[in-house]
């Protein structure tokens, strides 16, 4: 009898009681699991702002009838068109400018060879002194 | 039809006159089956240069801006047309175009000159080149002197 008691607890019950406790463990693990506590996906806090040219930041595209603007592109004592290293103009913009005060000049709003002394009181958008990289003048 | 920007300017004269070369601007688009958009007048004011023009040294003008759809093949007939004009002292056609948005690449253009894109590119043209300043000559060329001078 003894036998046979053993018998059953080892293969016919043993299997049920694997069940149990497996099914035990499952429950204890969802009563932990709690995601409240989860390190959270989150930007870069750190990432720095993007470097724009100041047309692209205001959004203005340059236009030959806009000679005011244009006018602060160029040198108030000889006027020529400033370059990239001084500008600070990102590739595109530089040729936008470049071209339009080229049509402004054609149209004959706006001299070859000075800067209208009228805009000369204009705000400064770069300082032609302190270029942003160096040059060979 | 393309748009066109038409930038005239015109001699130094008295109202009556001036709106009568400009009706006469305006009808030879007509004329070539074109169509005006928007006529702007910027004002008289002084030329950055002067200009002479049909015999007489000019130093103001009337600016006026003309936009204007055209046929293309009109153009060079307008442009004609205006330039044996006596009241027209410069006149300029400009396309318009609209202009594409685009993202400022001023970030990647001012980096180490060793990350930007159009050096990298350089390099690796250059390394498919012969080096001129490393290059050596090589005599087992099959010729029995050499060939350049020393």
């Known amino acids: ?137 | 039809m393309p748009t066109y920007e038409l930038a005239l300017m015109l001699r130094t004269m008295p109202k009556p006159e001036l709106k009568s070369t400009l009706k006469r601007v305006a009808t030879a688009v007509f004329d070539r089956g074109g169509i005006i958009r928007n006529i702007e007048n910027l004002g008289f004011r002084a030329m950055p240069y002067k200009t002479s023009a049909h015999g007489l040294v000019h130093r103001e003008a009337n600016y006026f801006l003309f936009k204007i759809d055209s046929p293309t093949q009109a153009v060079v007939d307008l442009k004609e047309e205006y330039s044996r004009d006596v009241d027209i002292v410069r006149q300029r056609v400009f396309k318009v175009t609209d202009s594409d948005q685009h993202s400022c690449t001023l970030e990647a253009e001012l980096l180490p000159p060793a990350y930007r894109k159009e050096v990298q590119k350089m390099i690796e043209i250059g390394k498919t080149q012969v080096n001129r300043f490393t290059y050596k000559f090589k005599y087992n060329s099959g010729l029995d002197y050499y060939p350049f001078q020393k």
């Open chain 1, 1 to 137: 009898m003894s036998i046979f008691k053993t018998f059953l607890t080892r293969h016919i019950l043993a299997p049920s009681y694997r069940c149990l406790s497996s099914s035990i463990r499952l429950a204890s693990t969802a009563a932990v699991t709690d995601t409240s506590d989860e390190p959270v996906e989150i930007e870069n806090p750190f990432q720095k702002e993007k470097k724009q040219c100041i047309l692209c930041k205001l959004n203005i595209t340059p236009d030959y009838k806009n000679y005011r603007l244009l006018s602060q592109f160029q040198s108030p004592y000889t006027g020529r068109i400033y370059g990239r290293h001084i500008t600070g103009l990102c590739n595109t913009k530089q040729a936008e400018v470049e071209r339009e005060i080229r049509k402004a000049q054609n149209c004959a709003f706006m001299p070859y060879y000075y800067k209208d002394k009228s805009f000369f009181k204009d705000p400064k958008l770069f300082d032609p002194e302190n270029p942003i990289r160096s040059h060979r003048f």
